[in-house]
């Protein structure tokens, strides 16, 4: 088997299949769904694997709109997984693309099977469905729940402005600070009240002071949930929320210390008490396997495939993937849908259920699937 050959094979494969990808793609883009709701998304990647010979399980743990489907080849082999998102943003659907990741993940499972097929490549072939990424970071709970237990390395593509082989994302993790003082009316005895609004305040203060003393490219932002009821009773109760994120989750975990103490001098000093509460999972950094990327990197050159380094500058987020490449080898990369559209906004979507779109969704099965060729025939 002489692999830029079998490569070639791969782009006709994608050519021949993109109509019915699309079609998956476009049916998910007009349907969207939030998190943990997303029915008719599973329905369809569902679908389309069973169609093509993969054995599916709908539902996986316990998250009912994920799914797993397998390929087992009945030769020995590596397990290779692809990873697909499809839920939506509120209110803007798909401006995060998720769209084109469910259905090009599900894609490179279709043309990659025909291939392990066609040249008796062992392994098993596996497409991973993996909800809520929006809100709920589905991949944690799949972690957690083993259901990525015995995959070997796993793949995934996101769409963004420009293609980038390498990824780097933000750990994070969001925090609930809630306060609880003693009610007075403000005007007859307010030295009878302990305000927890004063705690808040005070904690936004000290928060701000540790700021010079953060690494470079640490974020903490912050709101207050509540802040009382009426102006002239001392506030009993007031609740803030942050959102704490860093370059690796190592140090993020020295930020959250810091903002933990800042909440309890701040309660301390306004004489009230805080329950201190995290919202989630802590989400990690994305740390990508070199030998994936690397593949990635050369399989976007042989689809004439223009992309860029991804550093710093570009704007960085984070995902749960990132909890997925410390667990086990694995990779997100980005195919460019336009320059300078920023995801979660309406152009975004906009591109994400176009012409971009479709020409994006077609340039990542090709790679998912290739990369996917370049894993399991070296340790078949």
């Known amino acids: 088997m002489e692999l830029t050959q079998v490569k070639h094979e791969i782009e006709t494969l994608a050519e021949k299949h993109r109509d019915e990808f699309e079609t998956v793609s476009a049916?998910?883009?007009?349907?969207?769904?939030?998190?943990?709701?997303?029915t008719l998304a599973?329905?369809?990647?569902?679908?389309?694997?069973?169609?093509?010979?993969?054995?599916?399980?709908?539902?996986?743990?316990?998250?009912?709109?994920?799914?797993?489907?397998?390929y087992r080849s009945g030769k020995p082999g590596m397990t290779f997984a692809f990873m697909c998102e499809y839920d939506a943003l509120p209110e803007i659907g798909h401006a995060c693309g998720h769209n084109l990741i469910g259905t090009s993940g599900a894609g490179a499972g279709v043309?990659?099977?025909?291939?392990?097929?066609?040249?008796?490549?062992?392994?098993?072939?596996?497409?991973?469905?993996?909800?809520?990424?929006?809100?709920?970071?589905?991949?944690?709970?799949?972690?957690?729940?083993?259901?990525?237990?015995?995959?070997?390395?796993?793949?995934?593509?996101?769409?963004?402005?420009?293609?980038?082989?390498?990824?780097i994302s933000f750990a994070a993790v969001n925090k609930t600070y809630t306060f609880t003082g003693k009610p007075a009316h403000t005007a007859a005895c307010p030295w009878m009240g302990a305000s927890a609004l004063n705690g808040v305040l005070q904690m936004f203060h000290a928060v701000d002071s540790q700021r010079l003393h953060f690494k470079d490219y640490?974020?903490?932002?912050?709101?207050?949930?509540?802040?009382?009821?009426?102006?002239?009773?001392?506030?009993?109760?007031?609740?803030?929320?942050?959102?704490?994120?860093?370059?690796?989750?190592?140090?993020?975990?020295?930020?959250?210390?810091?903002?933990?103490?800042?909440?309890k001098g701040a309660a301390i000093c306004a004489g009230v008490e805080v329950e201190i509460k995290q919202d989630g999972y802590l989400i990690k950094d994305v740390r990508n396997n070199r030998e994936l990327v690397t593949a990635v990197e050369k399989n976007m050159d042989l689809i004439g495939e223009h992309h860029i380094?991804?550093?710093?500058?570009?704007?960085i987020g984070?995902?749960?993937?990132?909890?997925?490449?410390?667990?086990?080898?694995?990779?997100?990369?980005?195919?460019?849908?336009?320059?300078?559209?920023?995801?979660?906004?309406?152009?975004?979507?906009?591109?994400?259920?176009?012409?971009?779109?479709?020409?994006?969704l077609t340039a990542a099965v090709k790679v998912l699937a290739m990369t996917g060729l370049d894993m399991m025939s070296g340790r078949s």
Not at 27 to 38: D, K, N, R, S
């Open 27 to 38: 049916c998910i883009f007009a349907h969207p769904e939030l998190a943990y709701h997303e």
């Open 42 to 70: 599973q329905d369809q990647l569902c679908g389309l694997l069973e169609k093509h010979g993969f054995k599916v399980q709908r539902g996986a743990g316990s998250l009912e709109t994920a799914f797993v489907a397998e």
């Open 111 to 167: 043309i990659l099977k025909e291939i392990m097929e066609k040249y008796g490549i062992g392994g098993t072939l596996k497409v991973l469905g993996t909800p809520a990424e929006e809100n709920g970071s589905g991949k944690i709970t799949m972690l957690d729940e083993g259901i990525f237990d015995g995959v070997d390395m796993a793949l995934i593509m996101h769409p963004s402005d420009m293609s980038m082989a390498d990824d």
């Open 218 to 263: 640490t974020r903490v932002h912050g709101i207050i949930l509540e802040g009382g009821t009426v102006v002239n009773i001392v506030p009993e109760k007031a609740v803030c929320r942050f959102n704490i994120r860093a370059l690796d989750a190592g140090y993020l975990e020295e930020v959250i210390a810091v903002i933990d103490r800042c909440a």
């Open 309 to 315: 380094p991804r550093d710093l500058t570009q704007g």
């Open 318 to 360: 984070s995902t749960d993937v990132g909890n997925v490449t410390q667990a086990l080898p694995a990779a997100q990369f980005y195919i460019g849908v336009g320059e300078g559209l920023g995801t979660h906004t309406a152009a975004f979507a906009e591109a994400a259920g176009g012409e971009a779109g479709r020409r994006a």
